[in-house]
């Protein structure tokens, strides 16, 4: 069962508009909830159903109506049901943005990428994993660049060297906005902040100038960038904040990775292979794709 028909179905029966966290309390208590998968799926279903709130209430013939804009936080407003007849939108699964991800990033940076499963992990079975495993790593490989007298002697620098390689971190969402920025934001900080370059990607992402500025002040205090991915076309993407650099990865915390979940083990000895063979083998790393 989608979740818009969930909150169809909760609005219809419902004598007065309804606020988001009465909305999100009742789809819980619903007797289909076992039966939706956007919120079964997920640890905060509060966010789930502001994003759906937030799809079908706008456009010139909105499913869901909002009866007071009184207050600028969505909390306050209530939703009522203006329609049960809404548009087939196709909502992707952020697992379908990677070759979009991992061809721009090739494309803009020479980084070849990794999609990190969290299913590999050991902690699959708790929270740990999530603000643990990115989504997606990635390697610039800095030492193909030299000639062979300078790769040998750059290579004694060793593996967390920024003249020897860079490491890449992304966050992939669907949609960010003022609902889920915090949620969001803060994972890619927990996940991606080893790495020399940490990126939260986004293929929807609210373009306002008051969300942006808030963006900008997470990224000064913080460093993780934004990059808005182009699905119609991967490299007109954009940066839309850059990520800080860190001069030093995080060694401890990428011997944790490595050694709770096997595709960052791989990931990190198939960069140490290439260091030592100053050879790049395609096949260890994400297919990039030449048509969409």
Same mark, same amino acid.
């Not at 009742?26 to 509060?46: G, M, N, Q, T, W």
């Not at 490491?167 to 889920?180: A, C, M, Y």
């Not at 920025?181 to 900080?189: C, D, G, K, M, S």
């Given at each position: 069962?989608?979740?818009?028909?969930?909150?169809?179905?909760?609005?219809?029966?419902?004598?007065?508009?309804?606020?988001?966290?009465?909305?999100?309390?009742?789809?819980?208590?619903?007797?289909?909830?076992?039966?939706?998968?956007?919120?079964?799926?997920?640890?905060?279903?509060?966010?789930?159903?502001?994003?759906?709130?937030?799809? #079908?209430?706008?456009?010139?013939?909105?499913?869901?109506?909002?009866?007071?804009?009184?207050?600028?936080?969505?909390?306050?407003?209530?939703? #009522?049901?203006?329609?049960?007849?809404?548009?087939?939108?196709?909502?992707?699964?952020?697992?379908?943005?990677?070759?979009?991800?991992?061809? #721009?990033?090739?494309?803009?940076?020479?980084?070849?990428?990794?999609?990190?499963?969290?299913?590999?992990?050991? #902690?699959?079975?708790?929270?740990?994993?999530?603000?643990?495993?990115?989504?997606?790593?990635?390697?610039?490989?800095?030492?193909?660049?030299?000639?062979?007298?300078?790769?040998?002697?750059?290579?004694?620098?060793?593996?967390?060297?920024?003249?020897?390689?860079?490491?890449?971190?992304?966050?992939?969402?669907?949609?960010?906005?003022?609902?889920?920025?915090?949620?969001?934001?803060?994972?890619?900080?927990?996940?991606?902040?080893?790495?020399?370059?940490?990126?939260?990607?986004?293929?929807?992402?609210?373009?306002?100038?008051?969300?942006?500025?808030?963006?900008?002040?997470?990224?000064?205090?913080?460093?993780?960038?934004?990059?808005?991915?182009?699905?119609?076309?991967?490299?007109?993407?954009?940066?839309?904040?850059?990520?800080?650099?860190?001069?030093?990865?995080?060694?401890?915390?990428?011997?944790?990775?490595?050694?709770?979940?096997?595709?960052?083990?791989?990931?990190?000895?198939?960069?140490?292979?290439?260091?030592?063979?100053?050879?790049?083998?395609?096949?260890?790393?994400?297919?990039?794709?030449?048509?969409?």
């Amino acid at each position: 069962m989608k979740l818009i028909d969930l909150i169809i179905d909760i609005l219809d029966v419902a004598d007065n508009p309804l606020q988001q966290n009465e909305i999100t309390e009742l789809a819980i208590a619903h007797s289909k909830y076992s039966s939706c998968p956007e919120l079964v799926r997920v640890d905060f279903p509060a966010s789930a159903v502001a994003r759906t709130l937030s799809k #079908y209430s706008v456009g010139a013939s909105p499913v869901i109506g909002i009866h007071s804009e009184k207050r600028d936080k969505v909390s306050f407003k209530k939703f #009522y049901l203006k329609s049960k007849l809404y548009p087939n939108i196709h909502t992707l699964a952020e697992i379908e943005l990677h070759p979009y991800l991992v061809k #721009y990033v090739f494309q803009r940076f020479n980084i070849y990428s990794k999609t990190i499963n969290a299913l590999k992990s050991n #902690y699959t079975k708790n929270k740990i994993g999530k603000w643990t495993n990115p989504d997606i790593v990635g390697i610039n490989p800095l030492i193909l660049n030299l000639n062979p007298l300078f790769q040998d002697e750059v290579q004694k620098l060793g593996l967390f060297s920024t003249k020897v390689v860079e490491f890449h971190s992304f966050e992939l969402k669907i949609r960010i906005d003022k609902s889920n920025i915090t949620e969001a934001y803060f994972q890619a900080v927990s996940n991606s902040s080893w790495a020399n370059y940490g990126y939260l990607v986004v293929e929807d992402l609210d373009m306002s100038s008051a969300f942006l500025e808030n963006l900008t002040r997470l990224n000064n205090g913080y460093g993780i960038g934004i990059i808005k991915l182009n699905l119609s076309n991967p490299a007109d993407s954009e940066i839309i904040i850059s990520a800080r650099q860190r001069d030093i990865v995080d060694i401890n915390f990428m011997n944790f990775l490595s050694a709770s979940n096997n595709n960052f083990y791989d990931f990190v000895k198939n960069t140490i292979d290439i260091i030592k063979s100053k050879k790049i083998n395609a096949a260890d790393f994400d297919h990039i794709k030449s048509k969409f």
